[in-house]
């Protein structure tokens, strides 16, 4: 864990207060209705919410399912993990992977072509560059950059369907699972509280937000939208969802700064940089939050007309995107669910 302990508390207190805030109970209330646990996997601060079913091991068991994708899937552990292995074999031998990281790595390769590549589940090599979120970042010398830009190439990620094995094709490649992984648990942690027969209930994996049900009282939950300027915990607005993902891409996340200009996380594939299009945010309300997942980093890249018209081609997929001169545009069934509460934005459609 990068974080002190006190600020890691300090966080836990403020995600509890603002989820009890936004569904509407009182603290009073939330101590004996909901049961909240949080912990630190997959590098976020992770919370799990039941409010009918208030059993303590089913929490525990959506943990160790979240712990063990980790397992699988990082690659920021000293374990190796099935990703590690896979990334050590490239240019070399084909690896063989269990099926859920199968699907994360064919989900990934799917938003590798539908953003035609702006997403990329190759940019391993160039996040490890950057080294963004660590005490290391710095803007990488423009040789070592183009260097390092020709490793990263979705098509030369073979998966073989039949085997459950992937390639990549050339040495020094990497996989990050970054942009999707978490979305992905979300998803496995929503199916284990259905198993159980849990009904209301929100996850909330780093501001990745799936919703279970409905609230309690059969409305649909409010969940608070990211606000991409500030810290988590700071909303823009509101959105009104059941049964529904709700996940942000924004240059709030991870940055350094140097000569007053903010250098985010999100990396441009085709020009090595943090993308840079004129989006601060990209809020997207999906059924599935892998896909919320892999489309909020695609279209954050994509930029507002390009991705509002791929987002426009999809089914049961809404979109919101802040630009950075603090502009809101919404597809209409965003709209529909939508309420603006920070003063400094303006809604432009
Ligand atoms: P977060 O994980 O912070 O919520 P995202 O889902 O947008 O935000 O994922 C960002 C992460 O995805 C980065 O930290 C990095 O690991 C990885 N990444 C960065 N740029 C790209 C890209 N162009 N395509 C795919 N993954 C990316
Ligand atoms: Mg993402």
Redesign the pocket.
């Known amino acids: 864990m990068s974080f002190s302990n006190l600020r890691f508390i300090k966080i836990i207190l403020l995600f509890s207060f603002i989820v009890s805030f936004l569904v509407g109970c009182s603290p009073k209330e939330q101590i004996q209705g909901p049961l909240t646990k949080s912990n630190y996997i997959l590098?976020?601060l992770i919370d799990i919410t039941l409010y009918n079913n208030k059993d303590a091991k089913i929490i525990d068991e959506a943990f160790d399912r979240i712990k063990e994708i980790e397992n699988k899937m990082t690659i920021n552990s000293e374990n190796p993990s099935q990703i590690t292995r896979l990334n050590d074999a490239s240019g070399s031998h084909e690896v063989e992977v269990s099926e859920d990281t199968f699907y994360v790595l064919e989900k990934?390769k799917y938003?590798?072509q539908l953003?035609q590549g702006?997403?990329?589940?190759t940019?391993?090599p160039?996040?490890k560059l950057w080294n963004?979120?660590t005490p290391y970042a710095a803007i990488p010398e423009p040789k070592v950059l183009a260097e390092t830009l020709k490793l990263v190439d979705y098509n030369k990620l073979s998966l073989n369907e039949q085997r459950h094995t992937a390639k990549l094709e050339a040495s020094g490649m990497k996989v990050?699972?970054?942009?999707?992984a978490?979305?992905y648990a979300a998803d496995e942690v929503a199916s284990i509280l259905r198993n159980h027969g849990v009904k209301h209930a929100i996850i909330n994996l780093?501001?990745?937000i799936l919703a279970v049900g409905g609230n309690v009282n059969g409305n649909p939950w409010k969940i608070g939208v990211q606000n991409p300027f500030n810290p988590r915990g700071d909303y823009l607005g509101i959105v009104q969802i059941d049964n529904k993902s709700v996940?942000?891409?924004?240059i709030y996340?991870?940055y350094f700064e140097q000569d007053g200009k903010r250098y985010h996380?999100?990396?441009?594939?085709r020009t090595g940089y943090p993308?840079d299009n004129g989006l601060a945010g990209v809020s997207i309300i999906t059924d599935k939050s892998i896909d919320g997942?892999g489309l909020?980093?695609?279209i954050?890249?994509l930029g507002l007309d390009k991705g509002m018209k791929l987002i426009e081609g999809l089914d049961n997929t809404e979109a919101l995107f802040i630009t950075t001169d603090k502009k809101i545009y919404m597809t209409k069934g965003f709209k529909d669910v939508f309420t603006l509460t920070h003063k400094e934005y303006t809604l432009m459609n």
């Open positions: 590098g976020t990934g938003y590798s953003s702006e997403f990329d589940i940019i391993g160039l996040v963004i979120g990050d699972l970054g942009a999707i978490k979305g780093g501001g990745n996940v942000t891409s924004g996340e991870r996380h999100i990396l441009e594939p993308g997942d909020s980093t695609s954050f890249l």
